[in-house]
Each structure stands twice: as structure tokens, then as C-alpha cells.
């Protein structure tokens, strides 16, 4: 059974810092794309950042030069370096993995539980 934990949230000030982690764990062949999605209250979940198993990133148009997204395959673990931070950035980010159970098999979507990032003096 796969399962990705997320850590890393919390309270920061405008402007602040902040990193989250998601490291996955399981039996399953490969992780495909890795990435960060966030939702405040009263809005749709929106995709915030994504990288692939060859390190390419991708962004959302609103934290461009603000966050950055990396990642460690060999311990199955995906980082979003956050800063200068809004309020507007408060939100629960989750984790999100593609991942390949067997050599030859299809893939499948997996989430986090959500890590709470509050932006706010």
C-alpha cells in the first residue's frame, strides 16, 4: 500500500519561509510525476507545482520566482521551497504522486493528507 506523508507547514509572517516535504512509501515500481497542490477555504484544489522523474518543473503562473519545487528519487521524496510568502498563499497543500505499481503496470494517483500554511502577521 502506497502512502506519501507530507510534513512542513505551519504559521509564517508576510514575506516569510517556508519548506514542505512529502516522502512516499510502499511497495509500487516507479513515481512518475510528483507535486504540489493547494486549497483555500471556500475554493477549488489548484495545482501549484509539478516536476517529473527527470527533474523538469512546472509552475503555477503565481508563485513563479517565488517557490521552487524539487525533488529526491532515490528516497521517493518531493520538496516545495516556499518564500516571500502572501497571505494570499495560505491555504492546505497537499502532496500528489503518479505512481507505477509493477514494471509493466498502469499508473495511479496518490494523495497526501494536507499540511496546513498560514500566511499571516
Known amino acids: 500500500q502506497v502512502q506519501l506523508m507530507e510534513s512542513g507547514g505551519g504559521l509564517v509572517q508576510p514575506g516569510g519561509s517556508l519548506r514542505l516535504s512529502c516522502a512516499a512509501s510502499g511497495s509500487f515500481s516507479s513515481i512518475t510525476v510528483m507535486g504540489w497542490y493547494r486549497q483555500a477555504p471556500g475554493k477549488q484544489r489548484e495545482l501549484v507545482a509539478t516536476?517529473?522523474?527527470?527533474?523538469?518543473?512546472n509552475y503555477v503562473n503565481s508563485v513563479k520566482g517565488r517557490f521552487t519545487i524539487s525533488r529526491d528519487n532515490a528516497k521517493n521524496t518531493v520538496y516545495l521551497q516556499m518564500n516571500s510568502l502572501k497571505p494570499e498563499d495560505t491555504a492546505v497543500y497537499y502532496c500528489?504522486?503518479?505512481?507505477?505499481?509493477?514494471?509493466?503496470?498502469?499508473?495511479?494517483?496518490?494523495w497526501g493528507q494536507g499540511t496546513q500554511v498560514t500566511v499571516s502577521s
Open positions: 500528489k504522486a503518479r505512481i507505477r505499481s509493477g514494471r509493466f503496470d498502469g499508473t495511479a494517483d496518490y
Open positions: 516536476i517529473t522523474s527527470g527533474l523538469s518543473p
